[in-house]
């Protein structure tokens, strides 16, 4: 262990730092100079000092007093060697942090004995901060696993769920990727930013609770039928609702709003401006885009320009004038994501975003 002794007095030095040297497992290094001493300290780490009170440069206590004022330094055994019993002296220098006295001149069995109880403590203390430490990050690691699981079985879910009505795989992945451009668009913080795109895959989930015979119909479908389809919304916020991880609860608030227009004329409660929730409004932006260009049995897809104008067209009326602006600000970012998640691209295992 590391002990640094400070003291101007040549003599003196050389005496306690033999003394020291002494003691089983420590390495000594000697400072006449308590400046260049608390220069070598800020840098390096030390597990005991033991230092002089009376210097002319710097007496032990104004030493003792800026060695404590650095970072991480306050659990350091400080010992002051004192000639003086001077009671004031002595509680300045507990005062400012000193943790035991020697007094000079010191006695060999009394030095190796302190110091030995000191290092003790010193090494108790380390090892308590070093479990500490690896207790902090086994629990970081352990959380980011299950958060990186969590998500996954997101994306598993909102496709198994998409499966059912199109073979558009990436249908939810670039809406989630087209609400992150509009949410960071918006100067969303960087975490909202990432939970509105990890949990904007589920917006559709309610599908699920859809029967075939609506959800398949090749034709049109009749007014009975529409209301069922539009339970998706109802069905989706069920499925994810009062869930203990905010992301779900996130992705439940999406599921049930994202079908709402700014207007007030969406569904499922004809909700409008900013009473609809701002992760629906984003989401909703996002989807009707994928949807406008993506083939469907029953329609060709639009080109890119002509889904930008559309959303455009809709601003303040289906959309909130906001996103639409964030929308088309990232329309660079938009086009890349088209790219790279492309259906008729299809091969091998499904991108996950990272
Ligand atoms: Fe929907």
Not at 110 to 116: C, D, G, S, T
Not at 291 to 311: C, G, N, Q, V
Request: hydrophobic share 45%.
């Amino acid at each position: 262990m590391k002990v640094v002794v400070v003291d101007d007095n040549a003599i003196n030095l050389t005496i306690v730092a033999t003394l020291a040297g002494r003691v089983s497992g420590t390495e000594v290094a000697t400072y006449a100079c308590p400046v260049r001493a608390l220069a070598w300290l800020a840098a390096a780490d030390a597990d005991l000092v033991i230092v002089d009170y009376m210097m002319p440069e710097m007496d032990g206590i104004a030493f003792i007093e800026r060695f404590r004022a650095m970072p991480d330094r306050g659990s350091v055994p400080v010992v002051m060697v004192t000639a003086s019993a001077d009671r004031e002296t002595r509680h300045r220098a507990l005062e400012v942090g000193a943790t035991d006295f020697l007094t000079k001149p010191v006695d060999p069995v009394e030095l190796k004995a302190r110091m030995a109880n000191l290092l003790a403590l010193r090494a108790a203390h380390r090892q308590l901060a070093d479990r500490a430490s690896w207790l902090a990050d086994a629990v970081a690691r352990a959380t980011a696993d299950l958060h990186e699981r969590e998500r996954e079985v997101i994306w598993r879910l909102s496709m198994a769920a998409e499966h059912r009505d199109r073979d558009t795989a990436y249908h939810v992945v670039r809406v989630a990727e087209y609400a992150g451009v509009v949410a960071e668009g918006l100067g969303l913080d960087a975490d909202m930013v990432r939970q509105i795109r990890y949990a904007a895959p589920m917006h559709d989930v309610g599908k699920v609770g859809i029967p075939d015979a609506v959800l398949l119909k090749p034709g049109q479908l009749e007014p009975d039928e529409i209301d069922r389809m539009k339970a998706h919304t109802i069905i989706g916020g069920r499925i994810l609702a009062e869930s203990s991880s905010p992301l779900i609860r996130l992705a439940a608030e999406i599921a049930l709003t994202h079908q709402e227009r700014f207007d007030g004329r969406g569904y499922p409660y004809g909700r409008a401006g900013s009473d609809i929730p701002l992760c629906g409004r984003i989401v909703a932006v996002a989807d009707v885009f994928d949807a406008l260009t993506s083939e469907r049995p029953y329609k060709r897809a639009w080109t890119m320009a002509d889904a930008f104008a559309h959303i455009e067209a809709e601003r303040g009326r289906q959309f909130d004038p906001a996103c639409v602006d964030a929308f088309l600000a990232g329309g660079d970012a938009v086009l890349g994501i088209r790219a790279r998640f492309c259906d008729t691209n299809l091969t091998g295992p499904i991108l996950i975003p990272a």
